[in-house]
């Protein structure tokens, strides 16, 4: 089984609809990001949970919001799904250790908004 | 604003050759870097990474070099195989902030 778990892989929508993509892991990490992945833009940041308690905004945060249900388990909610969401998202792990702290990627959710 | 650039979005190579990918900086804060490869339908795997104390770390065919002052690194393979071929990240942090910020990536294609 992966260590970085990422539900659903594909996803269709339609505009207006509410979407959560879900991302569990196995490594006993405690910190955990979501990312979204966009021809020519890169692996933008938008969301990070370096514990339970803990949310951090990333660069592209609006339209966007999370919920760390648990050590191992880190959903991204789109409250109100529009096109320009249309991308590849990845949810990822990293242990935290300093000077050799290493991002864990989960296998990519698809989602395409109409 | 992109904090991390990689300006070539695309890259050839021959088998067997040197492959050189580059990545620039602008926040003088980072000092923990990492290149990431990703294959089409697949997440990003860690390559290799360096820290702002040394200009150059190896794992293997691959190579990383740091110009702090220029706030540019670079990813050396050699030599560049087919199973090379796939879009490569580079990425940085602050150390202490485990916040990582990704470049645009450059696609990279080694002829066989």
């Known amino acids: 089984d992966a260590d970085v778990t990422q539900t659903p892989r594909n996803r269709i929508t339609k505009t207006g609809k509410r979407i959560m993509l879900e991302c569990s892991q196995t490594?006993?990490?405690?910190?955990m990001y979501w990312y979204r992945q966009d021809p020519g833009l890169g692996l933008r940041l938008i969301y990070y949970?370096?514990?339970?308690?803990?949310?951090n905004k990333g660069e592209i945060s609006d339209g966007y919001s999370v919920s760390r249900q648990a050590q191992a388990k880190f959903s991204l909610s789109l409250e109100s799904a529009i096109p320009n969401q249309t991308a590849l998202y990845f949810c990822?792990?990293?242990?935290?250790?300093?000077?050799?702290?290493?991002?864990?990627f989960g296998a990519g959710s698809r989602l395409t908004v109409l | 604003d992109q904090q991390v650039k990689q300006n070539s979005p695309s890259l050839s190579v021959q088998e067997g050759r040197i492959s050189i990918l580059n990545c620039d900086y602008t926040?003088?804060?980072?000092?923990?870097f990492l290149w990431y490869k990703k294959y089409p339908a697949e997440g990003p795997t860690f390559l290799i990474s360096?820290?702002?104390?040394?200009d150059k770390n190896e794992d293997g065919r691959f190579t990383v070099f740091l110009n702090k002052s220029a706030k540019h690194l670079s990813l050396h393979i050699v030599p560049s195989q087919p199973g090379d071929s796939a879009v490569y990240f580079c990425?940085?942090?602050?150390?202490?902030?485990?916040?990582?910020?990704f470049g645009t990536g450059t696609r990279l294609k080694v002829l066989a």
């Open positions: 490594k006993g990490h405690d910190r």
């Open positions: 949970s370096f514990d339970v308690k803990d949310i």
């Open positions: 990425a940085a942090s602050e150390t202490g902030t485990y916040k990582y910020i």
């Open positions: 990822a792990t990293s242990e935290g250790v300093v000077g050799a702290n290493v991002l864990t």
């Open positions: 360096i820290s702002s104390i040394k």
């Open positions: 926040n003088s804060m980072f000092d923990y």
